[in-house]
C-alpha cells in the first residue's frame, strides 16, 4: 500500500500545484453597460451577466449565439444550422424588444427591427455584457427586455497573436487569427476568422468571412482617442421554403454584408468631470433569391439599411458618494429596397442617470430619457433601482422599476401595401426585485430575481378588407418569472454552474402564451483543469413552447421541448520554444435530443456536431 500512497500524493500535488497558477476567477467585473459610466457589478440594482473573452476560449465558443445560451433569463434560436438567423429572446420580451450593441454601436436592422447575431463574428472580443430587464432610459428605443453590448478588446504588452484551425462535421472548417499589443502610448488589435459549412441538409452551404480591429491612443493629457471596426460577409443556403409543416427548398439562398465603425474619444477634464464622445456608422446590404421550385415565382430582393449615432456623454462626480451622467444622442437610420421604396428616420434623445452611493451600503439609481422621434412623436421613460449590501453576510438585496418602449421599424411604417404611417411606440413598465449571495470567500455565489413585464400598444397585424394585414397598436401581453443562478469554485481546477429560469407569459387578447417561451429552461456546467489538460461540459434544456394559434390540420400548436449538450476542452501539446508560446489541441462536440429536434419550429438542427482542431499561441 505504501506505493498506491506515493502515487495518490504525487497526483494530489500536481493537482494542488497547478491550482496555484491558475488565476483567480474575477467574481465583481466592472460594467459600463447599465450605467454608461464604469461600474462594480456590485453596486448594480440590475441583472448582470459578463462574458469574458477567457470564458469563449475556455469553452471554444464559435458563435456569438452559443455563448449567450447559458445566461439565465436569455433564450437563443437558431433556425437550422451554422449559419442560419438567429435571434435572441429576453424574460418575454421578443428578438425586436431586445438592444444587441458593438462598443455601444447598436447592431439592429432598421428595417426589421431585429439584431441578427449570426453576422456577429467572435472576433477581437474582451467581454459581452448582458443586462436583463428595461435599459430605455439609457439605451432608448428596443431596450425593453434588456441589452447585449459586445466590447472589443484594448490591446496591451508586447505584441502577441493566435492561430486558430478547426475541422468538423459536415465538411466544417473554420480559421481564425488574432494579433494584439501596444507600443507607448498606441495599442492595437486586429482578427480575422473564417468559417465554411455544407451543412447538415440539402442546400444547406454557409461561408461566412469576418475582419475586425481596434485601434487606441492615449494622450498625455488624460485622453484617449479609439477606432474600432468590422466587416461581415454571409452567405447562406436556405433549405427550409415554409415551416409548420416543414417544406424545403432546393435553391434559395440568402447574402448578407455587414459594415461598422466607432470613434470614440473620451476625456478627464477634472476630478469631478469627464467627457465622451463617439460617432459611429452601421452599414448592411441583404440579398435574397428563390426561383422555382417550390412556389411557381421566382423571388428576388436587395434590402440596404444604414444607421449612423453620434453621442455625447459627460460624467459629473461629486465625491464618492454620486455620479451624474448626462447624454445627448442624435441617430439617423435609413432603409433601401432597390424595387419598392427608400426611407429615413431622425432621433434626437436626451438623457440624465444618477447613481447616489449611502454609506458604501446603500446605491439608488435614477434615470429618465426623452426622445423625439421625427416619425411617429416623442417618448419619455424613466427608471429607478437600488442596491443594499449587507457586507458582513456578503448579501446584496437588489430592485428596479422601469419604463421601455419599441419604435416601429421602417417596414412597419412604410412598406409598400403592408406599412401604417400611424403607429405609435409600443410601450412596457416592468419591475424586478432580487438577492444576490457570497460564501466561503467568494467561492459559492447564488441568486435570484423575479421579474414582471407589462407590454401595451404592441404592434400586431390585422386583417383588412380585401385580404390585406396591416399592423396596428391592437396588442398587450404580460410576462412575469423567476431567474436563478449559482456558481462553486470547490477547488481552483474545478468550476461549476447551474442555472434556472421559469417564464410565464400571456396574450390579454387571446389568453394564449406569447411565441416561442419556453416556460421553464435550465442550464448547467463544469470546467476541470489539471496540468496541461481542460475539459468543460455543458447542458441546456427548455420545455416546448407555443408557436402559433392557427396551425393547420398538417402542423403543430407547439414546438417540442429539447436539449443540448456540449463536450469538449484543450489539451497543451507544445510549450514555449522561441516566439511559439504554446500549441493546445482544441475540441468541441454539441449533440441534441435527436433529429427532429428544432429550436425553431420546421427548422430541424443537427442531431450531432463536432469540431477539432490546434490554436497556436504567440508572443
Known sequence: MRWFSACLAAVLSLFIGEAAAQPPRNLDPVVVTATKTETPRERLGAAVTVLTDEEIQEKNYTTVEDALRHVPGVEIQRSGGLGKTAQIRIRGAGPQQVQVMVDGM?????????????????????????????????????????????????????????????????????????LSGSWKAFAYTLSASHYDTRGYLKNDDATQSAIAGRFDYDFPWKGTLTLSGRYTKTDTDL????????????????????????????????????????????????????????????????????????????????????????????????????????KEINVVSGFAQNELR??????????????????????????????????????????????????????????????????????SESYEFGADQRLWQDRVRFGVTFFHNQFNNLIQFVAQPGGLFLPQNVGRAISEGVEFYSEVYPVDWLSLYANYTYTDTEDIATHKPLRRFPRHRWATGATFTWNRLTLFAEATAVTRQFETPTAPVTGKNFNDGYFRIDLGGSYKIWDRAWIMERIDLIARFTTSSDARSAEVLGCPAPPFNALIGVRMAFN
Open 106 to 178: 447598436r447592431v439592429k436592422s432598421p428595417t426589421m427591427g431585429l439584431a441578427e447575431l449570426t453576422d456577429i463574428s467572435l472576433d477581437a472580443i474582451e467581454r459581452i455584457e448582458i443586462v436583463r430587464g428595461p435599459q430605455s432610459t439609457l439605451h432608448g428605443a428596443d431596450a425593453i427586455g434588456g441589452v447585449v453590448n459586445i466590447i472589443t478588446k484594448k490591446g496591451q504588452g508586447p505584441p502577441s497573436g493566435t492561430v486558430r484551425l478547426e475541422g468538423g462535421s459536415f465538411e466544417t472548417y473554420r480559421e481564425q487569427t488574432t
Open 239 to 342: 433549405p427550409v421554403f415554409s415551416t409548420n409543416p416543414t417544406v424545403f427548398d432546393p435553391n434559395a439562398q440568402q447574402q448578407s454584408e455587414t459594415w461598422l465603425y466607432n470613434v470614440k474619444y473620451d476625456q478627464i477634464v477634472t476630478e469631478w468631470w469627464q467627457t465622451r464622445l463617439r460617432y459611429g456608422q452601421w452599414l448592411n446590404n441583404s440579398g435574397f433569391q428563390n426561383p422555382p421550385p417550390p412556389g411557381a415565382f421566382r423571388t428576388i430582393s436587395q434590402i440596404d439599411t444604414e444607421r449612423r449615432e453620434a453621442e455625447w456623454l459627460n460624467d459629473f462626480h461629486i465625491g464618492k458618494w454620486d455620479t451624474l451622467t448626462v447624454g445627448w444622442e442624435h441617430r439617423d437610420e435609413h432603409g433601401k429596397n432597390r424595387f419598392t421604396f427608400r
Open 358 to 427: 449611502l454609506f458604501d451600503r446603500v446605491i439608488l439609481g435614477g434615470g429618465l430619457r426623452y426622445e423625439d422621434n421625427d416619425v411617429f412623436g416623442d417618448a419619455l421613460t424613466g427608471r429607478a433601482s437600488i442596491a443594499v449590501l449587507i457586507k458582513e453576510t456578503g448579501l446584496k438585496l437588489r430592485a428596479a422599476w422601469g419604463e421601455g418602449f419599441r419604435a416601429p421599424t421602417i417596414n412597419d411604417l412604410f412598406f409598400p401595401g403592408f406599412g401604417n404611417p400611424n403607429l405609435q411606440p409600443e410601450t
